[in-house]
T-cell receptor, first 114, second 111 residues
Framework: GAGVSQSPRYKVAKRGQDVALRCDPISGHVSLFWYQQALGQGPEFLTYFQNEAQLDKSGLPSDRFFAERPEGSVSTLKIQRTQQEDSAVYLC????????????FGQGTRLTVV | QKEVEQDPGPLSVPEGAIVSLNCTYSNSAFQYFMWYRQYSRKGPELLMYTYSSGNKEDGRFTAQVDKSSKYISLFIRDSQPSDSATYLCAMKRTGGFKTIFGAGTRLFVKA
């Protein structure tokens, strides 16, 4: 596709469930970012990949959050044992430059933990 | 105190007005300054990207950075109803991976 694609668009999880959120960046983009956006707030940085290397994971809120990009293209953000405070929109962005700017964002995955 | 402060609004203006959106910041290491537009239930869209101080113009949009005052602005000329969205300022330091976003200002342009 022409843009950054995220799936699913919406996810409802019961508290304690594990979830996996997928990001397909624009083909050939070196940099990939994950952000968390709470309602009425700006996005907050979670983690950054340059190709397959995770160079910054300082924004991951706890060890329940894990991200990977094994082949330097598709990335998955996994949240284990979800809690209500994990409810948010999770955004993925990609860029041709390294580290570059978050030039292209996906539409996000809206996670609701009940 | 947050690193980036942005008035959440909402800001309501008539069609054709000049809109001024602003952010202040505290970290003098920031060198890259961005403005994003975000429509409801969509991802942010990069509008303007500026390095260090100065002005940058693109069509109806002008971005200004005043590093001495730690203050950035986005001006929208001849505003249109289609400009109604949330505008996010964002900034990053040289060599850094993390972008810090403001909370966003909701703008409504009335026809």
């Amino acid at each position: 596709g022409a843009g950054v694609s995220q799936s699913p668009r919406y996810k409802v999880a019961k508290r304690g469930q594990d979830v996996a959120l997928r990001c397909d960046p624009i083909s050939g983009h070196v940099s990939l970012f994950w952000y968390q956006q709470a309602l009425g707030q700006g996005p907050e940085f979670l983690t950054y990949f340059q190709n397959e290397a995770q160079l910054d994971k300082s924004g991951l809120p706890s060890d329940r959050f894990f991200a990977e990009r094994p082949e330097g293209s598709v990335s998955t953000l996994k949240i284990q044992r979800t809690q209500q405070e994990d409810s948010a929109v999770y955004l993925c962005a990609s860029s041709t430059q390294a580290p570059g700017t978050e030039a292209f964002f996906g539409q996000g995955t809206r996670l609701t933990v009940v | 105190q947050k690193e980036v402060e942005q008035d959440p609004g909402p800001l309501s203006v008539p069609e054709g007005a000049i809109v001024s959106l602003n952010c202040t910041y505290s970290n003098s290491a920031f060198q890259y300054f961005m403005w994003y537009r975000q429509y409801s239930r969509k991802g942010p869209e990069l509008l303007m990207y500026t390095y260090s101080s100065g002005n940058k113009e693109d069509g109806r949009f002008t971005a200004q950075v005043d590093k001495s005052s730690k203050y950035i602005s986005l001006f929208i000329r001849d505003s249109q109803p289609s400009d109604s969205a949330t505008y996010l300022c964002a900034m990053k330091r040289t060599g850094g991976f993390k972008t810090i976003f403001g909370a966003g200002t909701r703008l409504f342009v009335k026809a």
